[in-house]
């Protein structure tokens, strides 16, 4: 609505908040889930700064950090899917890694489209991501 601040919500608390008057279109044209970090390469070398709890996503369910049930909602509160095909990023995989999965849950009540990311990785390591 480009007459509203942007809100980002989960069930009653609102988590973000970002202002009408720091874009200069009403309305977004692109939504990033995932993790980042900034690497200088201080040292000479890549950061050590670990994405997500630093475990690779090929790892157990459980150890690995995750965003679950992601979903695009209209300002009625209606689910609704991207217009365009989700895409994967990584620009370190030595480093770094994200899987996507989708599932369609058809004993669910709500009509159960699920997207749901794994991503992390440990940074650094002087052979794998030097």
């Excluded at 509203?4 to 939504?31: C, E, H």
């Excluded at 994967?88 to 369609?104: A, G, I, M, S």
Aim: charged residues 30%; glycine residues 10%; contains cysteine.
């Amino acid at each position: 609505d480009e007459d509203q601040d942007w809100g980002l919500w989960v069930d009653d608390t609102m988590i973000g908040f970002w202002p009408k008057s720091r874009y200069r279109k009403p309305y977004a044209n692109k939504i990033i889930w995932g993790g980042e970090i900034v690497n200088k390469r201080t040292r000479g070398r890549h950061t050590s700064t670990q994405m997500g709890n630093g475990h690779f996503s090929s790892e157990q369910t459980g150890r690995v950090a995750y965003i679950s049930n992601m979903a695009l909602y209209d300002l009625d509160l209606d689910r609704y899917d991207a217009p365009e095909a989700i895409d994967v990023h990584v620009t370190e995989p030595d480093c770094y890694d994200l899987k996507y999965f989708q599932f369609d849950d058809d004993d669910d009540d709500d009509d159960g489209y699920r997207q749901h990311i794994t991503f992390g990785g440990p940074g650094y390591d002087r052979i794998k991501c030097p």
